[in-house]
């Protein structure tokens, strides 16, 4: 394992995090007329600075990839055989993927989408939201199993639950009045369990061999 290598991946996702946030209460403020009750994604079309939220979707997608691409070179020789962590890895990788995406296609401004790209923003986006909790609670628990990543596991599990009741509510329209909010908290919490997960990554790379006996 390149301990190296890991904790760069760890370290580009985290501050992929921090930019994000950022970002998004920039555009948030520079759009007075817009409401966190719409979905995140009207950003990008609400107005002149619209190009801040395409930048933040392909942030999003960095951020997320380079997460993945933490933990899979953590744990390359250790879950290679592990069919949960390879199916939760790929669809956390969609995940990023279709981030990339929404940046080249924006939605629409009426609902259902009209328009081809706004058509497939949408499947982008329920692609994104079916496969992200499913990949991060595979991954959870493959890390029960994973030397000094087991003690994140719970939590990580945990997170990975209430993000997939978050996008169920979306998906399924429920409180479609705060959609936008429910969408958020749905987004949020999966970069909170990135977040873990990298933390963890660059402070298990950190420490000597005689520490990580203790952990």
């Known amino acids: 394992m390149n301990e190296k290598a890991v904790k760069t991946w760890a370290r580009i996702a985290l501050i992929g995090i921090a930019v994000y946030v950022v970002l998004d209460i920039v555009v948030e403020l520079l759009t007075p007329h817009y409401s966190v009750r719409q979905a995140e994604s009207v950003l990008a079309i609400a107005g ?8 933040n979707f392909l942030v999003r997608g960095v951020l997320s990839i380079a ?48 328009t081809v790209h706004g058509k497939i923003h949408v499947l982008l986006g329920a692609v994104a939201f079916v496969g992200a909790p499913i990949g991060a609670f595979l991954m959870s628990l493959a890390m029960r199993k994973i030397d000094r990543l087991r003690t994140i596991w719970a ?61």
């Not at 002149?48 to 930048?55: D, E, V």
Request: glycine fraction near 8%; hydrophobic fraction near 60%; charge should be positive.
């Open 155 to 215: 939590a990580t599990l945990v997170v990975a639950v209430a993000s997939a009741v978050a996008f169920l509510m979306l998906l399924l329209k429920r409180f479609s009045s705060v959609a936008g909010i429910v969408e958020r908290v749905g987004i949020a919490l999966i970069l909170v369990w990135i977040g873990v997960v990298a933390s963890r990554l660059v402070r298990v790379t950190a420490v000597t061999p005689e520490q990580s006996s203790h952990e």
């Open 48 to 55: 002149p600075f619209g190009f801040i939220m395409n930048i």
């Open 67 to 114: 997460g993945v691409v933490a933990i899979s070179l953590y744990v390359k020789k250790i879950a290679s055989g592990s069919v949960g962590f390879a199916i939760g890895r790929a669809l956390l990788l969609v995940w990023g993927v279709a981030a990339l995406f929404l940046a080249l296609f924006n939605c629409d401004d009426v609902s259902p989408a009209v």
